[in-house]
């Protein structure tokens, strides 16, 4: 992370920052930003996906280890639900209840955490400071067709799934052939 980015979620803003940072942006935006009484800044956090989050008798679940696509709460509930199935296969043995629980969800978090970085450039493109750039960009990123195309797999997932496929083998059951980010 470059240094001066905020790591925390309380880190107060100006509106002459945000007014810079929207430099060239319609007016209606400028209103807007003038009339906010207290602004905060939002660190964009892009992390590379983790290769272990479990060492021995110590394990992460959720954003601890992979903060990701506005779905943390989501993938926390997973983790929960595979973590806890594996604990039930293996409840003499948590070292392989919790590498089985990894590798269940290895695959499936590394996609969601390289998706998430992806849209880094869907959020933040500098096409959408131009009416025309920005309609263009909105079409082409945000059209129903190229939502569903990016992210079927990761709403309709099924974990139940997974458990039956991946904690009790020796890899993950996730597969996607959404790899367009």
């Known amino acids: 992370m470059s240094s001066g980015v905020p790591i925390c979620w309380s880190t107060r803003g100006s509106t002459e920052e945000c007014a810079d940072d929207f430099a060239g942006w319609h007016d209606d935006i400028h209103d807007l930003i003038r009339s906010t009484s207290s602004l905060y800044k939002w660190a964009l956090m892009v992390r590379?996906?983790?290769?272990?989050?479990?060492?021995?008798?110590?394990?992460?679940?959720?954003?601890?280890?992979?903060?990701?696509?506005a779905q943390g709460a989501v993938m926390a509930i997973e983790d929960g639900f595979t973590l806890a199935r594996c604990c039930e296969r293996w409840p003499d043995d948590v070292a392989t209840a919790f590498d089985r629980y990894e590798r269940a969800s290895s695959e499936r978090t590394r996609a969601t955490v390289l998706g998430s970085a992806a849209n880094v450039r869907r959020f933040h493109n500098p096409a959408l400071a131009d009416p025309v750039g920005a309609k263009g960009h909105i079409d082409r990123e945000w059209s129903?067709?190229?939502?569903?195309?990016?992210?079927?797999?990761l709403f309709t997932y099924d974990t139940s799934s997974n458990i039956s496929n991946g904690c009790l083998a020796d890899r993950g059951a996730f597969t996607t052939s959404r790899q367009r980010w």
């Open 48 to 69: 590379e996906p983790m290769e272990r989050w479990s060492l021995g008798r110590v394990t992460l679940l959720g954003d601890a280890c992979h903060p990701i696509l």
């Open 144 to 153: 129903r067709a190229s939502i569903t195309s990016r992210y079927e797999w």
